[in-house]
């Protein structure tokens, strides 16, 4: 079996693919991206990871780290098909990307370790993946490790995940002996020989085959509980045709319903050519993908078909500076884009030139003269486009909804070495900004200080090792500061607040009531029961924004509040002093001082803690967890390791990668993941300082 390597040139959407590698860390998305591009001929000679020789892996921190930061795009090409391929990171602190990232593909293969199964990034970018609605298929990776188990895999994808596994492959060896997979759909062997880049096909192996008899039978039986034709065909015939799965399993993946399951290792090139015929059968083009929805000029809301003769429309999703210019990544959902051509920026009413269209290949890139709908390409030219910006055809504006930007939890202050590389200081962290939207850069109005936010330690560690190496300015940080926030445990009823204010000239008149009340979930709720119009509704409206005002400062030490619902009950108004401006005053003012009378609490941020630990390391770790404040909620043993899961106040981890370390002679390995707030005890309340 010869390996698809010709060159090809699509401009039908039918022909396109553009999918995801999803995973948890060091679970194999980067080694699968560059086996794809190897399988395919897009490159000759195949990198690892371990070596920081892989092409997603351009970065030289990516490749200090052996982990990915940046979410690169590549292309190639598959059985008469453009395979554009998003390689995304796997660790928490660089969510935002994956995010930003989903936001534009079709679909996605989602990658789990044989050994380790659903790991706790694995379910959260599985979750942003139901977020956004794509389809996906999953590949159990790493079947010759030690204790690989594909049906202990599928099983942890059944009950972590809640779908339903259509496993269509079976291994062929286990472990070291791992030598090839059992097409459960053809009934056919493949094997890979040690020495050869494809497999060779052959009849199912004679141990085998009944094992495979029935497992094909629990497919067709699962695929016919959940595909009404299927079913009909197996009622009928008691069997389901080759056609009839392809087809079923297809819409399935489609709709969601099902999860098509694949087998291999990616270190050793087994399974990679399936893994592609699986993305071509399975996977939508943007020909399946219903019509893109937007705002028009007029405020109404529009579609726009995936299809080459539409007006022009796409949303830029990630900026990059490199040597080359600054490069920013598209998605085209409707149209034809071409070289020199005139875009308009949708939400400012702004024209630039697209000056060149590139074909991305991580950091190499090809020139192309046109890029039609489906496509995925970078473009030089655009100075004001940021991530989320919708471009379109001048005389067809359409606003597409943006990507969702992740709120930073941790902070540190950052400071230049040297006074004279302040400007170089400020420059470069605008740029990151602009590059990365999860990154936040505000300067505090009490100490002056400028303050760079992210998504956790690493993430901050990363932008600030870019600074320096990357705009070479040396820069002082400070200890990293978590986001607290203060809400409401007992609110009030019946504040009346009066902003009065006359002095000469037309004054200010606003009364208002309102009750202040706690809600369970962090946001903020607002709503008005004044009747007889003694309070106008745009003045209500004010009211509202003057009450999210206060929110920015809580009484107890300055930090945002969440968690509470204000009501509007009653008011009055002047004929000539009330405005808008005068009620928001109220409201923002009113909102203060019903904060000052409530009893309120403090609370910070909970990240759920997956640490993996040699079975002798396990006391030190409980203790260690136990001392940072954090609660065990479970705690597994297998082979030799313990894996503990613990939520762990934000603020006590910084420093802990280096304590695990220490305590397991570096063995041990822990993850996070955002788990919400809750209260901060009294005792450590008490010894923060205010914002």
């Known amino acids: ?70 979410a690169a795009a590549v292309s190639c090409a598959w059985g008469g098909h453009r395979v554009n391929l998003i390689d995304t990171p796997g660790h928490v602190d660089f969510s935002d990307e994956v995010e930003r990232s989903l936001r534009v593909l079709d679909g996605a293969v989602a990658v789990f370790d044989a050994v380790a199964g659903v790991e706790p990034q694995s379910e959260t970018v599985w979750r942003q993946a139901d977020r956004h609605g794509v389809p996906r298929i999953a590949f159990v990776n790493k079947l010759d490790r030690a204790g690989a188990d594909l049906d202990t895999a599928v099983a942890s994808i059944r009950a972590r995940l809640g779908v339903v596994p259509l496993v269509v492959q079976l291994p062929i060896g286990a472990e070291d002996s791992f030598s090839g997979i059992v097409d459960l759909l053809r009934m056919r062997s493949l094997n890979w020989r040690p020495d050869a880049d494809t497999y060779q096909e052959g009849p199912v192996p004679e141990a085998l ?70 993305v071509l059968a399975y996977l939508p083009s943007p020909a399946d993908m219903p019509a893109v929805r937007g705002l028009a000029a007029d405020g109404a809301e529009q579609e726009r078909a995936p299809d080459p003769a539409e007006p022009f429309t796409a949303l830029a999703f990630k900026v990059t500076a490199t040597a080359t210019g600054r490069l920013t990544y598209l998605r085209v959902y409707a149209g034809t884009l071409r070289k020199g051509a ?152 019946g504040l009346v607040h009066r902003h009065v204010k006359q002095d000469g000239g037309a004054g200010q008149f606003a009364h208002v009531v309102l009750d202040v009340e706690r809600l369970e979930e962090p946001c903020f709720e607002f709503r008005s029961t004044v009747v007889g119009g003694r309070v106008p509704q745009e003045y209500a409206r004010a009211v509202e924004a003057g009450c999210r005002d206060a929110l920015a400062e809580g009484p107890l030490g300055g930090f945002p509040v969440t968690g509470l619902r204000v009501t509007l009950t009653d008011g009055a108004t002047h004929s000539k002093d009330s405005s808008e401006m005068a009620f928001r005053a109220a409201g923002r003012f009113g909102l203060r001082e019903g904060l000052r009378l409530s009893t309120m609490e403090l609370l910070e941020p909970l990240v759920e803690v997956t640490v993996t630990v040699p079975e002798d390391g396990v006391g030190g770790v409980l203790g260690d967890l136990a001392a940072r404040r954090g609660r065990v909620s479970g705690s597994t043993a297998e082979a030799g390791t313990a894996v503990i899961t613990a939520a762990v106040p934000l603020a006590e981890l910084f420093g802990y990668a280096s304590r695990l370390r220490g305590r397991t002679q570096g063995r041990g390995t822990f993850t996070t993941r955002p788990a919400g707030l809750a209260p901060v005890p009294a005792s450590v309340a008490g010894a923060l300082p205010a914002r």
């Open 342 to 493: 005139t875009v308009l920026d949708a939400a400012t009413g702004r024209t630039e030139r697209v000056g060149r269209i590139l074909r991305v290949q991580a950091d190499r890139h090809e020139e192309r003269e046109e890029a039609v709908a489906g496509d995925i390409v970078a473009v030089i030219g655009l100075k004001a486009a940021r991530a989320g910006t919708t471009l379109c055809a001048p005389g067809a504006p359409l606003v597409l909804e943006p990507p969702a930007v992740a709120e930073p939890v941790v902070s540190v202050a950052v400071e230049a070495r040297r006074n004279i590389d302040t400007g170089r200081l400020s420059a470069a962290l605008a740029r990151l900004a602009e590059e990365d939207p999860s990154l936040v850069v505000r300067s505090d109005p009490e100490s002056g200080q400028t303050v760079l936010s992210g998504m956790g330690e690493l993430h901050l560690e990363v932008a600030v090792e870019k600074i320096r190496s990357g705009h070479g300015v040396e820069v002082v940080v400070g200890r990293p500061q978590v986001s607290y926030r203060e809400t409401v445990v007992r609110g009030v009823r």
């Open 209 to 278: 085959r009944e094992e495979a008899a029935r497992r094909r039978r629990l497919l067709e039986e699962t695929v016919a509980e959940l595909h009404a034709d299927a079913l009909e065909e197996f009622c009928s015939a008691s069997a389901l045709t080759e056609r009839t799965l392809v087809r079923a399993l297809r819409e399935l993946t489609l709709r969601g319903d099902g999860v098509v399951v694949l087998c291999g290792s990616a270190y050793r090139n087994r399974g990679i050519e399936p893994l592609l015929d699986a």
């Open 1 to 70: 079996m010869r390996a698809n390597r010709q060159p090809f040139i699509t401009t039908s959407p039918t022909a396109v693919r553009n999918l995801g590698i999803l995973a948890h860390v060091d679970a194999g998305k980067t080694t699968i991206t560059e086996r794809i591009l190897f399988a395919t001929g897009a490159i000759h000679k195949r990198g690892e990871v371990h070596h920081g020789t892989t092409v997603t892996d351009f970065d030289a921190q990516e490749r200090d780290r052996g982990i990915t930061i940046f």
